[in-house]
T-cell receptor, first 113, second 110 residues
Framework: KAGVTQTPRYLIKTRGQQVTLSCSPI?????VSWYQQTPGQGLQFLFE???????NKGNFPGRFSGRQFSNSRSEMNVSTLELGDSALYLC????????????FGPGTRLTVL | QKEVEQDPGPLSVPEGAIVSLNCTYS??????FMWYRQYSRKGPELLMY????GNKEDGRFTAQVDKSSKYISLFIRDSQPSDSATYLC??????????FGGGTRLMVKP
């Protein structure tokens, strides 16, 4: 089975721009979660989508948004980029929830200049 | 205070040593406990997953959970240079939001 894939792997943007990241979950997995990883804050939960609906949301500003498509693929968008948004953005998929665990993709490294 | 505390290290050991990695947590709602390994510039890779107090073994890895003390551990036997990575503990309650420790950087020297 193919793992979680994320595109692009690397991105460089400037302040004020917006960016869209994509995640394809493991086949058969319907839940997709997004995390931000920075050296200072570690791994922090952004949001989770299940069956095209946001099911959980972390403590991030509204500039961070996401969506999920009917094939379970997910995108996250960050608008009005700030320098502090530079991070590794990780996507994780799981079958549905509860006792299931999450499998991570390789991440998208975003650099904001 | 963070919900999950983990010593950042770095922890340096000789090849073949037994490694002990630990996390403490404060949220009694956490029911599921995981250990991930993350190599530099890669995504976290699931190593161990458990949801009950006690020990779980998988090859050279043993995960231990003590819910009464809110303490989890990962033991690595016969450590290898290829085990050099950052180890992240993670846990969740009824929802799907994982809460991570800050990670412990492990270096195994040949």
């Amino acid at each position: 089975k193919a793992g979680v894939t994320q595109t692009p792997r690397y991105l460089i943007k400037t302040r004020g721009q917006q960016v869209t990241l994509s995640c394809s979950p493991i086949s058969g997995h319907r839940s997709v979660s997004w995390y931000q990883q920075t050296p200072g804050q570690g791994l922090q939960f952004l949001f989770e989508y299940f069956s095209e609906t946001q099911r959980n949301k972390g403590n991030f500003p509204g500039r961070f948004s996401g969506r999920q498509f009917s094939n379970s693929r997910s995108e996250m968008n960050v608008s009005t980029l700030e320098l502090g948004d530079s991070a590794l953005y990780l996507c994780a998929s799981q079958t549905s929830g509860g006792s299931d665990t999450q499998y991570f993709g390789p991440g998208t490294r975003l650099t904001v200049l | 205070q963070k919900e999950v505390e983990q010593d950042p290290g770095p922890l340096s050991v000789p090849e073949g040593a037994i490694v002990s990695l630990n996390c403490t947590y404060s949220n009694s709602a956490f029911q599921y406990f995981m250990w991930y390994r993350q190599y530099s510039r890669k995504g976290p890779e699931l190593l161990m997953y458990t949801y009950s107090s006690g020990n779980k073994e998988d090859g050279r890895f043993t995960a231990q959970v003590d819910k009464s003390s809110k303490y989890i551990s990962l033991f690595i036997r016969d450590s290898q240079p290829s085990d050099s990575a950052t180890y992240l503990c993670a846990m969740k309650g009824a929802g799907n939001m994982l809460t991570f420790g800050g990670g412990t950087r492990l270096m195994v020297k040949p």
